[in-house]
């Protein structure tokens, strides 16, 4: 997998079809509603992919397999997040949200994968990040055995704005120590 910044001008029709995709539509909610029709625009969603670029804690990614577009991830700091406060999570963690939005991908088991490439990559970017973290809505059962099988575990249930979320937390693995000769 690759991923690239999301451009609001560019990626916003991609994302809003990905938004509006049944098996996405009853879990991804942004921070406004859907039109009458149950959708999302292209305006709304390039809006809100404009204030992701302006947010320094929080970044919109497009994701590529083989060079095509194939999901959506958010990645953002703890500390600016609904998840700030949480007693087993620190100010220093990283978020991470994912919609696989093409459904040329959709249930190939490529989530469990793709999941834990991001967290990596997000342990490897904030050395001092001890978890990335999650929060999947608990309706989604096929996300939160991605997520298990991706080594997070579900710590507990909580209640955000917009949805009742496992939290799901991956602990960043110390390194192994080498044996030492006595």
Do not use: C
């Amino acid at each position: 997998m690759a991923v690239r910044p999301a451009s609001a001008q560019e990626d916003a029709p991609l994302v809003r079809d990905w938004l509006n995709a049944e098996h996405a539509k009853n879990f991804w909610r942004l921070h406004t509603d859907r039109d009458g029709e149950g959708a999302y625009s292209v305006a709304v969603v390039r809006e809100y992919l404009r204030a992701f670029a302006e947010n320094r804690g929080e970044s919109a990614w497009i994701g590529e397999l083989d060079g095509a577009p194939a999901s959506y991830w958010e990645t953002y700091e703890v500390a600016s997040s609904p998840l700030a406060g949480e007693p087993e999570l620190s100010d220093r963690d990283r978020g991470i949200h994912v919609l696989i939005g093409s459904t040329r991908y959709v249930g190939r088991g490529l989530g469990p994968r793709l999941l834990a490439a991001m967290a990596a990559w997000q342990f490897a970017e904030y050395p001092v990040a001890a978890r990335v973290v999650a929060e999947p809505d608990v309706r989604n059962e096929r996300a939160v055995r991605a997520f298990q099988r991706a080594g997070f575990r579900q710590a507990r249930t909580v209640d955000l704005e917009r949805k009742r979320a496992a939290l799901m937390i991956h602990d960043r693995r110390p390194p192994t120590q080498e044996p030492q000769d006595p």
